[in-house]
């Protein structure tokens, strides 16, 4: 139980273009899920938490008008990197949580963006 | 704000050796601590987590980690490593009321043959 799938697992694309990233609960209803990017060697970043039926709440330094976030159901989240440039390239992993525990979260196998 | 400390950036051990994995937390009440693993490319796998209770925890993969509330540690360990555990490892806290979890940076076990 308590899978987590991502799609696409990976993409490469123009700069300015835009991507859209999924991240899917495949066995459980997620009230909350998370949006982290991952450099290269370094830790989890998280970007923002994705309430479904909310607007998504974005760390501080983080642009929501770049990366838009749409929690359109309880099992569905969805990452777009709008106008994405080079320094965009990165690992984006989302995690989503069983509605009653917020803080224990399943991760998706993570999407390695790279912008050309 | 809640923090999460992994001394040890890299750490090298040989196979069937005992391993342990340092994680020093600082959160303002009763943590909910956790240890992930991470295959290269992949996404986080948990091995175990503390919420409340006996102390010492047990995970998968043979893994277990201890809470020290008076050392606010949270170490892993292992008694026999396996080629397979070479990874990453992230320690990690959760803020009960957001939460949020705060990430350690991450230790590199290397396992020699």
């Known amino acids: 139980g308590a899978v987590v799938s991502q799609h696409p697992s990976r993409v490469i694309c123009k700069s300015g273009t835009s991507v859209k990233i999924e991240c899917r609960s495949l066995d459980f209803q997620a009230t909350t899920m998370f949006w982290y990017r991952q450099f290269p060697k370094k830790s989890l970043m998280l970007m923002a938490t994705s309430n479904e039926g909310s607007k998504a709440t974005y760390e501080q330094g983080v642009e929501k008008d770049k990366f838009l976030i749409n929690h359109a159901s309880l099992t569905l989240s969805t990452l777009t990197v709008t106008s994405a440039h080079p320094e965009d390239s990165s690992f984006y992993i989302c995690?989503?949580?069983?509605?009653?525990?917020?803080?224990?979260?399943?991760f998706g196998p993570g999407t390695r963006l790279t912008v050309t | 704000a809640q923090s999460v400390t992994q001394p040890d950036i890299h750490i090298t051990v040989s196979e069937g050796a005992s391993l342990e994995l340092r994680c020093n937390y600082s959160y303002g009440a009763t943590p909910y601590l956790f240890w992930y693993v991470q295959s290269p490319g992949q996404g986080l796998q948990l091995l175990l987590k503390?919420?409340?209770?006996?102390?010492l925890v047990q995970g998968i993969k043979g893994f277990e980690a201890e809470f020290k509330r008076s050392q606010s540690s949270f170490n892993l360990r292992k008694p026999s490593v396996h080629w397979s555990d070479a990874a990453e490892y992230f320690c990690?806290?959760?803020?009960?009321?957001?939460?949020?979890?705060?990430f350690g940076d991450g230790t590199t076990l290397t396992v020699k043959p």
């Open positions: 990690a806290v959760a803020n009960t009321n957001a939460g949020k979890s705060t």
């Open positions: 503390y919420f409340s209770g006996d102390t």
């Open positions: 995690s989503a949580c069983p509605s009653a525990l917020v803080y224990e979260q399943y």
